[in-house]
């Protein structure tokens, strides 16, 4: 819970919901998958606008806030609020590396102009986040549910351009209560979403119009600039909507006093009134529409404001609906590439477009879905949360684990028109500032090595991940067969098969290594045999190119330079590579059998065998496994004698794809014992880091590298004084598959209390950039508590049974649900989609199921009667 009130004082714990006080840093985006994004803050304020094709953590749009006038007859009142607690100190809760708590200066004087709530609470469970504003004055109490449909599975649902919210109006007197919810927002189209407006001046302004239409009880601002050319990248579309059946519209102002002062001179009318009301307040026509008149001058806008009437008796409830959706077609390659692809090449300055756009032809059409779809859009998105705040999982768990989904849906990803998917690392922010600036997406495009530690997007939208692999084999793997980490947009363009890429240099060897697990994870997640068979071939060259390369010997281990995620070479004998390397024989192996070829099969299982007794003899050293370099290795950017974090990568994986130990498995669990003990740190107000921080002052994080005998290199492996938290849920997931739950709830606790809202913010963890991908391996603390594992090839579903009277989440390529313990069986519930089960193996127990249920069906299984 975020408690925005003027106190000191810890606010209770409320159930299920992110714990935490004065959390000016909680903000939750509001928006689909690849459509942009406006979040809503703790304190009730809409912030980072991001709608413009362009990641821009610091986006502003002035003048766009929520207000209330709250009115009584007997005894007289009338007071207007702003809907937005009053602003911190900018220093009160400054955090290196992070903005999220950033209140724009225009909401400051909006603020110390106009009276504001006194404080606010937030709490919530993505996509939902529930705003409670507090106002002794008022003889009401307000509430704002604010989400975007997010239904896993759903793809187009999950994809919708919009902003929902739901207030809620409780009048605690005893006496009646009527007033005026007043929406404004400002007409930006037109805009490139670079540039924060002064005021309603910016540059791409000038031409703007809005107008209104009333249409099934609701009422529309539609906002639109009619002089920008369709292939402008401001060209678009707004709308706002309210559904309160007395809607009065204010469509064309400049400053919000005069937002303000609408509500003031409101007064309350009955239905033989409407057609009296002038046309700055209401639709002479209730069916119709109008224009206002006039566009705006050349470098300004409009602002535009609907105000819904309500009135609610003593004790009584009353909603209002608005909805903010949004259509800016023009997504153009915005940005710097690797390899010197610069934005202003070609004539056509590479059209990407959107694919959001190509389903709705406007941000009319959006609305109207929303408007006709709402309940169920809620229902089935509810269903998602209900779901996983049911279960067994801790409530803290079940928090961060639903605010995975925000990184998919943030400016991160974005989907082109002809509908592929594409990520950058992150958005750039405060932490990219000295090299990348704060405007745009941190190191493009569909980075091999950083997506590794990425489950979430599988699990959630598994096309996604389908169609970077199939971006992977069909553009990026050269006809050698290695694969460049990254890929060039548009994919027409050359790609990076003979140029120097960055972070690092040479193509990363372990995104290569990753592409074929992941590759496997794809199948297993149900890509299907015939996608298998497709790309195929594209596996084998690609194995066959890495052993070809850097084990020359036979020796079934890796040597020389290694390209990796530390955006540097690694060398010689190393377990983070090695693995990796050993965990894709393995996946690989088994793609061999599912494709009948078990010539490769068998070799490939022999180089797994030979590297991994030849790894476990060179690299572990009682305690952990260390690096050891070989004859002519560099000696810059290595860890040597170093724990590092991720040593066991490799191992995780294996763990994730059911292919069990890679190497001895009392070693494994004792090198993670061990980092944990040397590795995670509480306490860093001593600690020097001249990299980027954090972790700071007393919080816990995982250190990325430790030297606890000694021995640290003079310019150790790059990043290793960081906290990445990619690397802490990698490392606590595999802990808990190793039965080191003590441990893993030691590195939780850390993570998750440095993204608790008071010093970050729990939807955006941030390391090279916000909502940055390599956060995504949280995910795999779900699979790691719950057994979760389903192979879609043989139709199995495991999982470890769940507590008694409690419930596991069950999510296949096909449907999602749970499967609860109830009177010494299971029952398995469908809630979207549908499940399809051959079997079931329920802590280590296997039951032919043959199930096939669809949403809303439960069967019992396991058990008496089952």
């Known amino acids: 819970m975020t408690d925005t009130r003027p106190t000191t004082e810890a606010t209770s714990a409320v159930a299920r919901s992110i714990e935490h006080t004065q959390g000016r840093h909680v903000a939750m985006p509001l928006g689909g998958i690849g459509t942009g994004n406006v979040a809503i803050g703790a304190d009730g304020g809409l912030r980072q606008w991001q709608l413009h094709n362009i990641g821009n953590h610091r986006g502003d749009l002035p003048y766009s806030f929520f207000a209330v006038r709250i009115a009584q007859w007997e005894p007289p009142f009338d007071a207007v609020r702003v809907l937005q607690a009053p602003p911190a100190d900018p220093a009160a809760t400054r955090t290196p590396m992070v903005s999220d708590d950033e209140v724009p200066q225009w909401q400051r004087d909006l603020l110390a102009d106009a009276d504001g709530v006194q404080g606010t609470t937030f709490t919530g469970t993505y996509p939902f986040g529930r705003v409670d504003y ?111 059946p007395y809607t009065s519209a204010l469509p064309q102002w400049t400053h919000p006093r005069q937002f303000l002062d609408f509500l003031r001179a409101r007064h309350p009318f009955g239905a033989q009134d409407w057609a009296h009301l002038p046309p700055t307040m209401a639709d002479p ?37 608005f ?77 961060h684990l639903a605010a995975q989904a925000a990184i998919v849906r943030s400016p991160t990803f974005f989907r082109t028109a002809d509908g592929h998917f594409f990520g950058f690392e992150g958005v750039h922010g405060a932490s990219t500032t000295m090299w990348g600036g704060t405007v745009g997406g941190s190191c493009p495009l569909n980075c091999t090595h950083v997506y590794n530690y990425a489950q979430g997007i599988a699990r959630l939208f598994p096309q996604i991940e389908r169609d970077m692999r199939e971006c992977e084999f069909d553009v990026m793997q050269a006809p050698e067969g290695f694969i460049p980490h990254r890929v060039i947009s548009p994919t027409y363009l050359p790609q990076l098969w003979d140029r120097l890429i960055g972070g690092p240099e040479e193509p990363a060897l372990d995104g290569m290594l990753g592409t074929v697990l992941k590759t496997y994870r794809e199948v297993r997640g149900g890509a299907g045999q015939e996608w298998l068979d497709r790309y195929w071939p594209n596996v084998e060259r690609l194995v066959e190119y890495v052993a070809a390369r850097w084990d020359t010997g036979g020796t079934g281990m890796l040597h020389g330079i290694q390209p990796s995620t530390h955006d540097i070479d690694l060398a010689g004998l190393n377990p983070f590579m090695g693995t990796l390397w050993l965990a894709a024989l393995r996946a690989g192996e088994e793609l061999a059998r599912l494709v009948g070829r078990e010539d490769v099969a068998r070799r490939w299982r022999g180089w797994f065998e030979k590297g991994s007794a030849a790894y476990d003899e060179a690299l572990f050293t009682g305690e952990y496994y260390v690096q050891v370099l070989e004859v002519g290795d560099p000696r810059v950017f290595q860890w040597e004698s170093g724990c590092l974090s991720d040593q066991l990568i490799g191992q995780w994986w294996a763990h994730l794809l059911g ?47 430790t030297w606890p005998s000694g021995g640290r290199p003079e310019v150790p492996t790059r990043y290793c004084d960081e906290v990445w938290t990619g690397s802490e849920g990698q490392l606590a997931a595999h802990l808990i598959m190793e039965g080191l739950t003590a441990e893993a709830d030691a590195v939780l606790r850390g993570l998750h209390g440095r993204y608790d809202g008071r010093r970050r913010n729990p939807y955006n963890q941030v390391e090279c950039g916000d909502h940055y991908v390599r956060a995504l ?90």
């Open 285 to 321: 026509q209730p069916s119709g529409t109008w224009a206002a008149s006039g566009a705006s001058p050349e470098g300004s806008t409009w602002n535009g404001g609907l105000a819904a009437q309500f009135s609610v008796d003593p004790g009584e409830s009353v909603t209002v609906r």
């Open 777 to 866: 391996s949280g995910w795999s603390a779900l699979d790691a508590v719950t057994g979760h594992r389903w192979d879609a090839t043989t139709g199995t579903l495991a999982l470890d049974a769940p507590p008694v009277g409690g419930s596991w989440p069950v999510l296949t390529d096909e449907g999602w649900g749970d499967l609860r313990e109830c009177d010494g069986g299971f029952e398995l519930r469908c809630l979207g989609g549908e499940l399809v089960v051959a079997t079931l193996v329920l802590g280590g127990e296997r039951i032919d199921a043959g199930l096939r249920l669809g949403a809303g069906q439960t069967r019992r299984v396991g058990g008496s009667g089952g």
């Open 659 to 705: 292919l069990g130990h890679i190497l001895p498995a009392e070693h494994v669990r004792t090198a993670l014992r061990s980092v944990v003990r040397h590795n995670l740190r509480t306490g860093f107000t001593d600690f020097v880091n001249g990299y980027r921080v954090f972790a700071d002052g007393d919080e816990t994080g995982l250190l990325m590298c």
């Open 134 to 244: 507090h106002d002794e004055e008022l003889p009401v109490r307000i509430s704002l549910e604010a989400f975007t449909p997010m239904v896993p599975l759903d793809l187009e649902r999950s994809s919708l351009p919009t902003a929902m919210f739901t207030f809620t109006i409780t009048n605690t007197d005893v006496t009646g209560v009527h007033g005026w919810l007043g929406g404004a927002v400002q007409n930006a189209v037109g805009s490139d979403g670079t540039l924060a407006p002064d005021g309603v001046r910016a540059p791409g302004y000038g031409g703007n119009t809005n107008r209104i239409r009333r249409r099934d009880g609701w009422t529309d601002l539609i906002l639109e600039n009619h002089t920008r050319a369709p292939e402008d990248p401001g060209a678009g579309q707004m709308v706002l909507t309210a559904d309160a």
């Open 323 to 399: 909805a903010l959706t949004w259509h800016f077609p023009n997504r153009y390659m915005n940005f710097i590439q690797f390899g010197g692809i610069r934005p202003e090449w070609g004539p056509t300055r590479f059209w990407l477009g959107n694919h959001y756009t190509t389903v709705y032809p406007d941000a009319e059409a959006v609305a109207a879905r929303v408007r006709s779809d709402w309940a169920e859009l809620e229902a089935d998105s509810r269903a998602w949360t209900t779901m996983l705040r049911g279960t067994a999982l801790a409530s803290d768990a079940v928090e």
